[in-house]
Nanobody, 124 residues
Framework: QVQLVESGGGLVQAGGSLRLSCAAS????????MGWFRQAPGKEREFVAV????????YYADSVKGRFTISRDNAKNMAYLQMNSLKPEDTAVYYC?????????????????WGQGTQVTVSS
C-alpha cells in the first residue's frame, strides 16, 4: 500500500510560480512511475505530467509543456511539479498518482494510488 500526500498549492498571480510536492510512503516508491493530474471545477480530471521510476523519462500535456517540470527524488520518496508562467486556466485541484505496474501513462486508469489533492488558484 502506498500513501501519497500533496502540498504546495495556493493562490498566485498570473505569471507566477508554484512548486507542488508529493510525499510517498512505502519502500517501493522508487519502482513506481509518478504522475500529476488536475481537475478544474465542472471538468474531468486530466493528465498534466509523468516521470518514470528512474526520473529519466518525462512526458507532459501540451497545455503545460515548456512551463511545468516534473521531477522526483527517490532517496526522499518525493515527487515534484514545478509550475512557472502560471495562467488562470491552470486553476484546479492537483493530484499526484503512482503507477505501480507500468512505465507511466497519461491515462488515469493506469494509476493505482492517488493523493487527496492540493488546490492551485491563479488570479488574473
Amino acid at each position: 500500500q502506498v500513501q501519497l500526500v500533496e502540498s504546495g498549492g495556493g493562490l498566485v498571480q498570473a505569471g507566477g510560480s508554484l512548486r507542488l510536492s508529493c510525499a510517498a510512503s512505502g519502500r517501493t516508491f522508487s519502482t513506481y512511475a509518478m504522475g500529476w493530474f488536475r481537475q478544474a471545477p465542472g471538468k474531468e480530471r486530466e493528465f498534466v505530467a509523468v516521470v518514470s521510476w528512474s526520473g529519466g523519462i518525462t512526458y507532459y500535456a501540451d497545455s503545460v509543456k515548456g512551463r511545468f517540470t516534473i521531477s522526483r527524488d527517490n532517496a526522499k520518496n518525493m515527487a515534484y511539479l514545478q509550475m512557472n508562467s502560471l495562467k488562470p486556466e491552470d486553476t484546479a485541484v492537483y493530484y499526484c498518482a503512482a503507477d505501480a505496474y507500468g512505465l507511466g501513462s497519461s491515462r488515469l486508469a493506469e494509476y493505482d494510488y492517488w493523493g487527496q489533492g492540493t488546490q492551485v488558484t491563479v488570479s488574473s
